[in-house]
């Protein structure tokens, strides 16, 4: 069987820690702005219905406690922690699969930002 060494195939540049790092920053601190959006729009409000669920065939389906909006920037959290702990094992051996984690822990952390602010944005 042969084995396939990424890091030979894909070059990466020198400086790749800090563009890691970077990437992981700003997906943290996107998942801060998620919760801060989260907690600004529902405090004021206090504990009342909210939407859980749009479809834009039907609306609204899905209602539910507020609190339940917090599970989005939560399974951000959740994301951005499995990723870091696959990119500690990974990195060692494939440079660009760490690369990969922390760039799709960015991306994952925008799609859930953008996820709750349209869902706040029905409610």
């Known amino acids: 069987m042969v084995q396939l060494n990424i890091n030979r195939v894909v070059r990466l540049p020198r400086r790749l820690p800090d563009r890691i790092l970077f990437l992981w920053g700003a997906s943290v601190v996107v998942t801060i702005i998620t919760f801060f959006i989260v907690q600004f729009k529902l405090r004021p409000h206090g504990d009342f219905s909210a939407a859980l669920h749009y479809n834009v065939l039907i609306g609204v389906d899905s209602f539910g406690s507020a609190a339940s909006v917090y599970a989005?920037?939560?399974?951000?959290?959740?994301?951005?922690?499995?990723?870091?702990?696959?990119?500690?094992?990974?990195?060692?051996?494939?440079?660009?699969?760490?690369?990969?984690?922390?760039?799709?822990?960015?991306?994952?952390?925008?799609v859930l930002c953008s996820a709750a602010l349209f869902l706040l944005r029905v409610n």
């Open 72 to 110: 989005i920037p939560l399974a951000s959290l959740f994301i951005i922690a499995l990723n870091a702990f696959l990119y500690r094992s990974v990195v060692r051996h494939e440079r660009f699969l760490g690369f990969l984690t922390s760039l799709v822990s960015l991306i994952v952390a925008v």
